[in-house]
């Protein structure tokens, strides 16, 4: 089997929101593999890796909402696939609007907040069945493909993805790697020749986050 033939499935990218019980707090992560699976009642099914924190505050919980990035979508709020709500308080410093109780982070095009219904355990991803509650469109703005943040924003995958596949050898460049969310500075000009006003195009780190490899 070739594993890159999957990387012509099309996927958006969105930020999975939640509350999180332990810690009196808001969370979330990043998400791709969401789908509508009915129409009435409307229904979703999403992908959460057992490893995400957010996959444990969602099944206690039950209340969830999915926001859809647009591809003006800031790269702060791509930073939520990058760190993990057991050690940070991710809103502490996103922008957000509350609704219903659940952050929607500022620049998503639109949400849907879902109560989910049942659940199905994979061998490493929780797959969620949640019921559409509520929905609305923000921004006029074309939704971010999975494929925009791949060739356009130049973003990685985590490991806790779905779709997550290794990238495959290439030549040996000056890379640089964003220490934050793992993107990879190779191209031109020379790294070191940037401004120190450079920042991560995915997450918005500064320079000073980018380590040599």
Known sequence: MNPLTLRHLSYGVYTVTTYDRKNSRLTGCIANSIMQITSSPAT???????????NGCIKEHGILAVSILSERTDGQV????????????????????????LPVPK????????KVMDRM?????????AEILDAQVLLDEPPMTYAYYHQVRKGVAPKNAPTYLPEP??????VWKCSVCGY?????PPFEELGEDYVCPV???PKSKFTPQ
């Not at 979703?44 to 957010?54: F, M």
């Not at 939520?80 to 308080?89: I, K, P, V």
């Not at 050898?169 to 000056?174: S, T």
């Open 78 to 101: 791509l930073s939520l696939g990058f760190t993990s709500g057991r050690d940070a308080d991710k809103f502490a410093s996103l922008p957000y609007d509350l609704v219903q109780d």
């Open 169 to 174: 050898a290439q030549e040996k460049k000056a």
């Open 44 to 54: 979703l099914a999403l992908s959460i890796n057992h490893d995400n924190y957010t």
């Open 203 to 205: 997450c918005g780190a």
């Open 121 to 129: 355990e994979a061998s490493t991803h929780t797959v969620f069945l």
């Open 107 to 114: 620049g998503c095009m639109a949400y849907l907040i879902c």
């Open 184 to 188: 990879l500075y190779e191209g031109e």
